[in-house]
């Protein structure tokens, strides 16, 4: 039995590292550590609501779109606030620019070195490549182009990003055809073009990305001119074929030689979403991706899910404050002891959903549309698993490759939506609605922003006294997927489905950084 | 330059996938963004091209949302992919390296054994709570890392406003113990020169001129960029001018026109936003100009008041972000400038508004609007001490 440490886990957003035992070939235990605490929710006291709105998004620099949103629906939530019809669509169309980023980048430029090898494309045949492309229907790039410059890159001698990295390990799909890596490796370029196409979107409606202005509580400050709405809605139609006529295809041509995927990586087999993309109606069940709360053992069915239902825990990371509040009134006083497995070990609480852990992310919230009768969902998951040789079987899903399947197939989904409502906000606007913001002026009360980032679940939890902040509390998606062991012992999602991982070469676990990575943390 | 010169550039450039025309383009922003005329443009072609191998270069996180990685991914041109794989070697970065684990950290490890040869870009706070727990790398502690990478550099440039000076990490009460890059080094008596690069995150097209300055055109050898950084060591080309000065909002402003409530017909005219907040007078950035985001917009254009996000202590000074900046008689600091007050004295930076104030209250410009803030405790303290530091 072997302890394999892998910190800095790279390729990610933020600072984390994992440990896994490797026993006869396969992972038997795990442990995720998150490795930074900076303390956002004691530096949000004492300031004003909307104050939150800018400061919590700087937790994440790759979702703050979805950290503003839900700090401003929990000051709505708590001062009865009601955003106008228009805000609603602009803040939709903001997340989706988000989300369609957030995907693209996580695909390509996060992950495929996991399952693309760079150096094998070296050998790729460029006419073969073409006829590839084509078969596979994926988006045909110059080629010959790409391998030139990858050639006199690696000519140079300097490896830049991929110095030290483990080109040739033998998880790599040894029957691949170098041709798939060359498109791989041409797409990973085109990736960078296309999230910062979707960050433009983001840009001029919330000024700029990371970290964006104009979804303050009452609404937002931002009000479309017909340039503007065509400038949008160009740049959502490139994405949207981009995604369909590149991303999917390549998802699809990549998979089957990683269904072996399918067979591990899924964990517990609990599932949260609260739901992301209001309708009308601003409820959790009826939004585009519904929340909902899905146990596998118990079933493939869905059941509502309450934030009252949360809890954290943490005898097993650095804090001294009690375990087993709910966030509502959460703390989280700081206490370093020391690095240890079997005691504490992460700077990330055990958060719990009517005691168990919970993943979050874009496989729970197609899941939980697809059980919860999302059309267009279950439509593109069910062609998706007919493609892979899976039709009607959707609990192949709970695996390493459904978790990867679900981001993309999710990318799809947000991307044709965010062309109809592109459509709605022109339709208002023609319409003549210009209200954007709703004044208000309640300086009391306690509220929840229970919201989606594209990592996954994720709450705002605040109280206002006096105009004031007098609590706030975070439950983000990392902390639910990197969650540590809670009092009861129980591993967090992510260590949890480590937990059966194949690894060739236990010096260099690549399979291992796949499933740590497929979370998206 | 010879016409020949030029063919062998733009041979290089096509063999690397890269067309003349874009290529011009991007050396004509850098030029731009360094204050030097177009005719610099072959010169900087040249200097980009001509180095036949790659400037060494590490990325680190500190105490970090990864933003300012983010941002730089959103470069335009040249775009990212340009930057690590045809200018720099980008040979470790927490969120773009193939490698994991001790593989990457090794790769950073032989980085910082070539003394003087690499820059160290660093993004993120400086993380002293816990002992230096507060982040972990590797099994060690962030500024065991940071310590360990900063005397080799030839230079550290400090990425957004957190590797500046904390940033938001630093806000009161500062729960981890954060501070800026420089200030950290100075107390460990490490003398690697510091480049800071605030707001949050930075913009990556100041992150490009930087390197186009610093090292491609030779003037960290000359010494030439220390006389190209303020006070603060922000390049002085970047860092001078208030965002109010160039605001496209300005003609508004000086007209009177300004939008006092959100949900207005003002607003939607695109009045001057003073009154419901901009911290624009007191913001020392070129955002106006350089924009963001591939240059398509930014944040006052998209209706949102500045929340000055480059000044120093920028959430303990600009916050409540909606209120207008509270107004402070000016501290006593010797013959400073009016115009530079604002930059110099971080800690109450609304000096430099107050006297622009003496102007605007004559002219009743400063009625309506979000309510003036109180002087704080703490603005009075650092009164006290004179200096605002």
């Known amino acids: 039995m072997a302890r394999r440490v892998i910190d800095p886990l790279t390729r990610i957003e933020g600072h984390l590292r994992f440990e896994v035992e490797v026993e006869d070939g396969v992972v038997t235990d795990a442990w995720v550590s998150g490795s930074l605490y900076r303390g956002m929710e004691k530096i949000l006291l004492d300031r004003r609501p909307s104050d939150a709105f800018y400061v919590s998004q700087r937790i994440c620099g790759v979702c703050p779109i979805s950290h503003g949103h839900a700090s401003t629906m929990a000051t709505e939530d708590a001062l009865g606030i009601t955003i106008p019809n228009n805000a609603r669509i602009v803040r939709n169309l903001i997340e989706a620019a988000q989300y369609i980023h957030s995907h693209i980048l996580w695909f390509y430029t996060l992950a495929a070195l996991d399952y693309v090898d760079p150096v094998k494309a070296l050998s790729a045949d460029i006419a073969d490549t073409y006829a590839l492309a084509q078969a596979a229907g994926t988006g045909v790039s110059d080629f010959g182009a790409v391998a030139n410059r990858l050639q006199a890159f690696v000519d140079g001698g300097q490896l830049s990003i991929f110095t030290n990295g483990w080109f040739g390990h033998p998880a790599y799909a040894e029957d691949m055809p170098a041709e798939l890596h060359l498109i791989g490796v041409a797409h990973y370029l085109e990736a960078l073009e296309m999230q910062a196409r979707a960050n433009e979107i983001v840009a001029i409606m919330g000024g700029k990305f990371p970290h964006f202005m104009t979804s303050l509580p009452g609404g937002t400050t931002f009000i479309p001119t017909e340039q503007k709405l065509d400038d949008i809605l160009f740049r959502f139609l490139e994405l949207n074929e981009w995604i369909t006529n590149t991303m999917i295809p390549d998802t699809l041509a990549i998979a089957p030689f990683y269904a072996g995927a399918f067979e591990y990586g899924g964990g517990h087999g609990n599932f949260l979403s609260w739901g992301v993309f209001n309708d009308e109606s601003f409820e959790g069940v009826n939004r585009y991706m519904p929340s909902g709360v899905i146990k596998v053992a118990e079933g493939l069915t869905v059941a509502d899910a309450d934030p009252a239902n949360v809890t954290e825990d943490v005898g097993r990371a650095w804090y001294s404050s009690p375990s087993g509040l709910n966030p509502s009134v959460g703390e989280a006083d700081a206490e370093w002891t020391d690095y240890d497995t079997d005691d504490r070990y992460s700077w990330t609480k055990a958060p719990r959903y009517d005691g168990a852990p919970m993943e979050a992310g874009p496989l729970s919230r197609m899941l939980v549309a697809y059980l919860r009768g999302v059309q267009p969902v279950q439509e593109l998951v069910d062609g998706a698993l007919a493609a892979l040789g899976a039709a009607g079987r959707p609990e192949i899903l709970v695996s390493l490759l459904g978790r990867v399947a679900a981001r993309n197939l999710e990318a799809k989904i947000v991307s044709d939506w965010s062309l109809e409502w592109t459509n709605e906000l022109i339709a208002a606007v023609a319409g003549g609605d210009s209200n954007y913001f709703q004044p208000h002026s309640v300086d009391a009360g306690q509220g929840n922003g229970m919201w989606e980032a594209p990592r996954g679940a994720l709450g705002h939890h605040i109280t206002v006294e006096g105009g004031k902040i007098a609590r706030y509390q975070v439950v983000t998606p990392s902390t639910w997927d990197c969650s540590s062991r809670d009092d009861d012992g129980v591993r967090g999602p992510m260590e949890e489905a480590l937990i059966g991982t194949p690894i060739i070469d236990p010096e260099r676990p690549l399979e291992a950084c796949r499933v740590a990575r497929s979370f998206d943390p | ?389």
Not at chain 2, 142 to 157: D, F, R, S, T
Not at chain 2, 197 to 218: F, K, R, S
């Open chain 2, 1 to 389: 330059m010879a016409h020949e010169d030029h063919d062998a550039i733009y041979d290089l450039l096509a063999a690397r996938g890269v067309s003349r025309r874009d290529f011009l383009k991007y050396c004509g922003s850098i030029a731009a963004l360094l204050g030097l005329s177009q005719s610099f443009v072959p010169e900087i072609a040249r200097a980009v091209n001509q180095a036949a191998r790659l400037q060494p270069a590490v990325w680190l996180h500190g105490g970090a949302c990864t933003g300012c990685t983010e941002s730089m991914a959103q470069l335009g041109t040249p775009d990212i992919a340009t930057v690590v794989l045809d200018i720099l070697s980008l040979e470790f970065a927490d969120t773009l390296s193939m490698a994991q684990g001790e593989d990457a950290l090794a790769a950073a490890e032989a980085v910082f054994e070539r003394e003087g040869e690499y820059i160290l870009i660093y993004e993120g706070a400086v993380m002293k709570g816990f002992e230096g727990n507060a982040l972990r790398v590797g099994g060690m502690t962030g500024l065991y890392e940071l310590e360990h990478a900063a005397p080799g550099a030839a230079a550290i440039v400090a990425v957004g406003s957190c590797a500046v000076d904390g940033g938001f990490v630093m806000a009161n009460p500062n729960p981890a113990d954060a501070t800026g890059v420089q200030a950290y080094l100075e107390e460990k008596g490490i003398d690697t020169p510091v480049i800071n690069l605030p707001t949050c995150p930075m913009n990556p097209d100041w992150v490009v001129a930087v390197i186009v300055d610093v090292l491609l055109l030779g003037s960290l050898e000359t010494g030439a960029i220390l006389d190209k950084l303020d006070r603060f060591n922000r390049p002085k080309y970047i860092f001078s001018q208030t965002i109010h000065d160039n605001c496209p909002r300005r003609g508004h402003f000086e007209n009177g026109n300004f939008v006092t409530e959100f949900g207005t017909e003002e607003e939607a005219k695109g009045y001057c936003l003073y009154k419901v907040g901009c911290k624009g007078p007191q913001t020392y950035t070129n955002c106006p100009i350089v924009r963001w985001n591939r240059k398509v917009s930014w944040c006052v254009e998209s209706g949102a008041p500045c929340i000055g996000c480059g000044s120093l202590d920028w959430v303990d000074v600009g916050a409540p972000f909606l209120n207008r900046h509270r107004d402070l008689p000016l501290p006593n600091i010797g013959n400073t400038q009016p115009s530079t007050i604002a930059g110099v004295v971080a800690g109450v930076a609304a000096a430099g508004l107050a006297v622009h104030g003496i102007g605007m209250k004559a002219t009743g410009r400063t009625s309506g609007g979000a309510p003036y803030e109180e002087m704080k405790e703490r603005d009075r303290k650092r009164m006290k001490k004179g200096g605002g530091e």
